[in-house]
């Protein structure tokens, strides 16, 4: 499981035990978040970082969440062995994700100031999520680097990986919400739909961007079906 811009593996505090199950799950923090030390901070770095962390892996399924969906989608796109399948959340696209300069600029302001981060928190969401919560994911934007929180909207969002996203050949599942302010449906429609066609994909109602936070029920039903082998294969 793959976590989002400026989060760490805790964004997926409130799915985890929701899961169930005995099938082991490994959280891991991309470069430069989390407790993570690593300097690769390029998508293929995140990549080659993740590809690492699965060696001896010999059936596993992919969850990646923003960032980490895109980091998730160009990994599957290497065909890894042992990969069963690939679920994407609130997914940044394998093309440039739409942002504007001003919106990539504010974004790097709010590195290590708590009320910046707690502002563009509140913006991204739209349902409720506990002041916990918040704190966490304040805390974990004040921990991140500056070299790995600048390098997404300098130049990771900007990268291009259709190429290795078309060489995808598990099922993929991608949920979305129709109210998200950052992948919005215009992006589900224009970046992701083509990048993805044969993918299986579900849109909530009335979340925001977050949804391991916002919807946990939700997102741990997902993971739990695309486990047990039921997502849908066109």
């Not at 990969?83 to 440039?96: E, G």
């Not at 994700?97 to 969401?125: C, F, N, V, W």
């Not at 302010?181 to 990048?195: C, G, H, S, W, Y």
Request: hydrophobic share 45%; net charge neutral; proline share 9%.
């Amino acid at each position: 499981m793959l976590h989002g811009f400026g989060t760490s593996a805790r964004l997926w505090d409130a799915v985890l035990p929701l899961l169930g199950g005995p099938a082991p799950v490994l959280i891991l923090d991309l470069p430069g978040f989390g407790d993570s030390q690593d300097e690769r901070h390029s998508v293929d770095g995140m990549v080659d970082a993740v590809q690492e962390r699965l060696t001896g892996l010999t059936s596993f399924v992919l969850v990646g969440h923003s960032m980490g969906a895109k980091v998730a989608a160009v990994l599957a796109g290497r065909r890894p062995a042992g990969l069963q399948a690939l679920l994407l959340i609130a997914p940044s696209p394998p093309s440039p994700e739409p942002m504007s300069d001003q919106d990539r600029a504010d974004l790097k302001a709010a590195h290590g100031q708590p009320e910046r981060l707690r502002q563009h928190y509140r913006e991204i969401t739209r349902l409720p999520i506990t002041e916990q919560m918040t704190a966490q994911l304040i805390s974990d934007g004040l921990r991140a680097s500056r070299a790995a929180w600048n390098a997404w909207p300098d130049s990771g969002s900007r990268e291009h990986a259709e190429a290795g996203t078309s060489r995808i050949t598990v099922p993929v599942t991608l949920l979305t919400s129709v109210a998200d302010p950052v992948i919005t449906p215009q992006v589900v429609a224009e970046r992701l739909r083509p990048a993805f066609p044969q993918a299986s994909f579900t849109p909530f109602q009335g979340s925001g961007h977050l949804l391991p936070l916002e919807l946990p029920a939700e997102v741990a039903a997902a993971v739990r079906a695309v486990c047990a082998g039921r997502a849908a294969r066109p």
